[in-house]
């Protein structure tokens, strides 16, 4: 082979020893690059698995103030907010560890009153008040969190009497043992339960909490991409190195 011949081969072209060093120290960066890019692509997913799992993570501490819903205020039958001696306020649509635990209602006298949550079902939560004959609740607000996409409703009213609380035990004497009045320690206050509305509010398609608060889309699939991504961006730089130990083998 003549000398012109062999310089146009690849085969028989030199490479600069500047050159060779920086191809060196490339591929031997590599498996650290790899092994990286491995670790966040894992990690990445970790974080879309939790969001997707555990509602909207982004906003765990940012919330908002929302009022209820001005039409549910407003109801026909033998119980309405005219002679109503207490409400029963639903959340809608929110996970339990969103749910707030108190609500604040407001009355037609400028007073106000907080309501702590009596039920919290999957999507759901209840609030129970009782308030004296004669008012009137005019609003009422709670805080959720700022993703929150529900309904926040007056379910219906109650009349009657408010239930009693137990009374605590007296004190018994030091000789007989019995209470003072003559009324046994343990007994609690008789009290009847408040009587429903018969007319409660019904809420429309999407309102009755059965489908999940939705967490950021976008957040979520830029987490998958990022993911997918940095995993498979490993896994060819694995067998780039594979290869090449194959060829000096």
């Not at 490479?15 to 990690?43: E, H, M, N």
């Not at 698995?49 to 205020?73: D, P, Q």
């Not at 907010?81 to 207490?86: D, Y």
Request: one cysteine or more.
């Amino acid at each position: 082979m003549s000398a012109s011949a062999r310089r146009k081969d690849p085969r028989h072209r030199r490479t600069s020893p500047r050159q060779s060093l920086g191809t060196r120290r490339l591929r031997a960066r590599q498996p650290i690059t790899a092994v990286l890019l491995g670790v966040v692509g894992f990690a990445l997913l970790v974080a879309y698995s939790v969001i997707g799992t555990g509602g909207a993570v982004a906003n765990a501490t940012a919330t908002k103030t929302v009022h209820v819903h001005k039409a549910t205020l407003t109801q026909t039958g033998t119980c309405t907010g005219a002679n109503a001696t207490g409400a029963h306020f639903v959340i809608t649509q929110i996970l339990k560890a969103d749910a707030p635990n108190t609500i604040t209602v407001f009355f037609d006298d400028g007073s106000s009153a907080n309501s702590t949550v009596t039920t919290k079902h999957k999507h759901e939560s209840g609030y129970d008040i009782f308030y004296a004959s004669g008012l009137k609740i005019t609003d009422a607000t709670a805080v959720v969190p700022v993703g929150w996409k529900g309904q926040f409703n007056l379910s219906h009213y109650l009349c009657g009497p408010p239930p009693s609380p137990t009374a605590p035990p007296s004190p018994s004497t030091s000789g007989g043992g019995s209470s003072s009045g003559g009324e046994s320690s343990s007994s609690p206050l008789s009290g009847s339960a408040p009587a429903q509305g018969t007319s409660p509010f019904v809420p429309g398609p999407g309102e009755t909490g059965d489908t999940a608060p939705a967490s950021s889309p976008i957040l979520k699939q830029g987490l998958l991409a990022g993911g997918l991504a940095s995993l498979v961006a490993a896994l060819g730089m694995s067998l780039q190195m594979l290869k090449r130990r194959g060829e000096h083998s």
